[in-house]
T-cell receptor, first 112, second 114 residues
Framework: NAGVTQTPKFQVLKTGQSMTLQCAQD?????MYWYRQDPGMGLRLIYY???????DKGEVPNGYNVSRLNKREFSLRLESAAPSQTSVYFC???????????FGSGTQLSVL | GQQLNQSPQSMFIQEGEDVSMNCTSS?????WLWYKQDPGEGPVLLIA?????ELTSNGRLTAQFGITRKDSFLNISASIPSDVGIYFC??????????????FGQGTILTVHP
């Protein structure tokens, strides 16, 4: 049982480049989330999708877009990467009825 | 946005010692959660607390939901080397579509010396 799978695990971009981070879950969860983790700041919510077909902004959405492709998949896109987006990105999923989130193993992104 | 202050930022202890860390907020939360993150992995849920005053255990871990609903603590008894990692508190304000919209503390880095 894979749980939450994120790809890629590592990525280096140049300023201005674009890329999409992929996330898939096999737990039949309705809700999916993208968080970023920066040193000394914990995790901060970028975007979330409460159910298939809906997406909403979190605490730090600027510079990002998301797509809930189907119930399993939720992607995060950086259209024009900036050094401030250097971070570790985590995808998570959960049931609609509680707050227990299951996290992927993360994508470490460096923007030069 | 919401702020959670977690302390201490780091701890260096000997195997067998007990550990205590806490989290405080300026806002009231309906749910408090404690996560552990191993190097190179995502956070894993340890304990979830749902009621003010609730005390919950998970093996050697014990956590409490503060009476004021603005704080929580986590205790680890008789630490072992595999307890090494980063521990995060997280608060959640309410239900509806916001179940997974968690506010995280800055984390406590735990190092256990054999």
């Amino acid at each position: 049982n894979a749980g939450v799978t994120q790809t890629p695990k590592f990525q280096v971009l140049k300023t201005g480049q674009s890329m999409t981070l992929q996330c898939a879950q096999d737990m039949n969860h309705n809700s999916m989330y993208w968080y970023r983790q920066d040193p000394g700041m914990g995790l901060r919510l970028i975007y979330y999708s409460a159910s298939e077909g809906t997406t909403d902004k979190g605490e730090v959405p600027n510079g990002y877009n998301v797509s809930r492709l189907n119930k399993r998949e939720f992607s995060l896109r950086l259209e024009s990467a900036a050094p401030s987006q250097t971070s570790v990105y985590f995808c998570a999923s959960g049931r609609s009825s509680d707050e227990k989130l299951f996290f992927g193993s993360g994508t470490q992104l460096s923007v030069l | 946005g919401q702020q959670l202050n977690q302390s201490p930022q780091s701890m260096f202890i000997q195997e067998g010692e007990d550990v205590s860390m806490n989290c405080t907020s300026s806002s009231i939360f309906n749910t408090w959660l404690w996560y552990k993150q191993d190097p190179g992995e995502g956070p894993v849920l340890l304990i979830a607390l749902y009621k003010a005053g609730e005390l919950t255990s998970n093996g050697r871990l014990t956590a409490q939901f503060g009476i004021t609903r603005k704080d929580s603590f986590l205790n680890i008894s008789a630490s072992i080397p595999s307890d090494v990692g980063i521990y995060f508190c997280a608060g959640q304000l309410g239900g509806g579509t916001s179940y997974g919209k968690l506010t995280f503390g800055q984390g406590t880095i735990l190092t256990v010396h054999p």
